[in-house]
């Protein structure tokens, strides 16, 4: 019998490290099934299933995970997990934004369903990590996840190795999460009947069980074309601005090893490199930035006319949609552009510059146009329909869009995604509708002028609630009266 059990422990022990190991978005689905099923797990079982999972893994190896999710779900706001009891949310879009929205939405006790178009994360493209979201991530496991989790000084991650812990942390924690499934629309309830279905969502496929589900939350993190109603966008304008990345495969080597990072080169902060790249290669940029990671990722502003002359560009045009058309890109001249950037760059002193590939197989070299950035007029509004509320809102990406050389996207991410966790529990604990959503409006103004000098220095004391991440707030900007547009009841359909 003590052998049976013994047995037992350690088989467990190994599925969950398969789980913890996996390094794709399939595999981790996978091997997190295969464990549920073996281990007699019901993952549906949202309420229970952490400490179920935690009871049936026992290895040495995961107590040190257990010991950091302990200590979180331990803060006071979650209440135990029951702060948000029964709350039903959805999260359109499994990126990094949606998914760590989704891991505070779990602490707090919601029903957690993360819907994502897609089956893989491909990104190699590097994000900027500021130092509490390293604390952060740290916190939620990021080491037993992925050992080189900044080590050292360093202080970026590839978009797909972020993904990829971020789920792991989301299954454990109860959240569902369904994979080739693409948000259509919010659905209306269609009567006022309380036994008659509530907010809905039509999604692709048609017939997934997620449509069975009515909804009290609904959080768009699907990126910079958000699909939800509601949000009217506000664009930023800036002058022609063409940005490169480029990655490059990384063998770690010594010799890669060795070969120094550029965390943000600016024409306006150190011109002569500027000026002798452009005299040596004819290379025209504004800023560089490179970042050694499973890649060698390089992100880059190039100026028009030296894309003309190096053939990247075929013909000049007025609009940059015709400008960047795939059509007018000479993609080998691209790769040469890029490839002798990085080499210069990094002094020569990177010994093979090979293209790592992308989800298509192609050389991981993109060029766009980031002229002009949005952000949302607004982060969330309340719908109300046969006396049934749903409450709405934007993160990530969707919500404000960062500046890529900056690598921005996630840190102020992160921030809005515990704005938002916070409130969600406002609203379940029945504070009134308009005060919610002018404090979150209120918040919402700060978050373009956060930066890692003037939020709390003390990342141990974070929480979803606000005052312990941004000094000197004042959450009150905005007055309840000034919100009353976004209680939306029907009318305006
Ligand atoms: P995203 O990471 O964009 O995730 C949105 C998710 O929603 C995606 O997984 C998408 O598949 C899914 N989705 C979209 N529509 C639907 C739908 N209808 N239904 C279901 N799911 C949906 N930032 C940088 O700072 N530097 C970079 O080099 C850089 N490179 C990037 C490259 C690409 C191709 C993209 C898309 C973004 C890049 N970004 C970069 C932005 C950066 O990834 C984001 O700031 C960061 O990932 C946080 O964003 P997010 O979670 O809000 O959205």
Redesign the pocket.
Known sequence: MGETEDERTAQAGQLFETFVQATTCKGTLQAFSILCRQMDLDPLDYTHFYSRLKAAISSWKVKSLWTKLDKRAGQKVYNHGEACQGTKCLI????????RTAIELALLGCKVVV????DTFS?N????LWPYTIHDLRALGAKNFYGKFCAGSLDHIS?RQ??LMLIKVCLILGVEIHVN????ELLEPREDQSDSPGWRVA?RPSDHPVTEIDFDVVIG?????N?LDGFSRKEFRGKLAIAI?ANFVNRNTTAEASVEEISGVAFIFNQKFFLDLKEETGIDLENIVYYKDNTH?F?MTAKKQSLLDKGVILNDHMETERLLHRDNIDNEALRSYAREAADFGTNYQLPSLDYAVNSYDQPDV?MFDFTSMYASENAALLREKHGRQVLVAL?????L??????????AR?FLAAFDTAWMVRGWTQGRSPLDVLAERESLYRLLPQTTTENINKHFEQYSIEPSTRYPNLNSSVIRPHQVRHLLMNGQEH
């Open positions: 359109v879009g499994g990126g990094p934004c949606g998914l819907i994502e178009k897609r990104r493209n590097v994000l900027h978009i972020l993904q499934v693409e948000f259509v999604i993190a699907d990126g910079r074309k699909t990345t990722y992100v993109t993160v990530g990406d969707s919500l869009e960062p500046f890529w050389p900056m690598g921005t996207g996630c991410g």
